[in-house]
């Protein structure tokens, strides 16, 4: 068995137009909760493929989304600056769980830093067609 050894990665992600509702400025909460399963998977990604210091890799080419529970706190607006972190929560034979918050950080001084997204992702970890055990453990 390999060790989780990447646990949390930070990535920092602008609002734009075309990420807005057509009552701009509000974001769209479908490009929000799109952005948290990137930023996930990339995280479940770095220790799949040994890229985070993880032992050389696993025998799982990949992992796909398999469970999203998620919940605005507040609205992102167009150009605010999000803090997307995502941290591994739990790790069965299978699957990976991620847990995701996002921060704005430059807003006005009444929004700076305050949360306004979160979410727990499931992902199982696949080789090929079919699902696999990765071999990791925290």
Do not use: W
Request: net charge neutral; charged share 20%.
């Amino acid at each position: 068995m390999a060790k989780i050894t990447k646990r949390e990665i930070k990535t920092y992600k602008q609002v734009f137009p075309d990420m807005c509702n057509p009552n701009i400025p509000q974001m769209f909460g479908g490009a929000l909760f799109s952005l948290m399963d990137e930023v996930a998977h990339t995280l479940v990604t770095l220790n799949l493929h040994g890229v985070a210091g993880s032992g050389g890799g696993t025998p799982c080419d990949g992992a796909v989304t398999h469970t999203f529970t998620g919940s605005y706190v507040a609205e992102p607006r167009m150009g605010d600056l999000l803090k997307i972190t995502a941290s591994v929560k739990e790790v069965r034979t299978k699957g990976i769980g991620i847990d995701v918050v996002v921060h704005v950080i430059s807003r006005d001084n009444e929004a700076h830093n305050l949360k306004v997204a979160e979410c727990n992702i499931g992902f199982v970890t696949k080789s090929g067609d079919k699902f696999t055990p990765h071999r990791l453990e925290m």
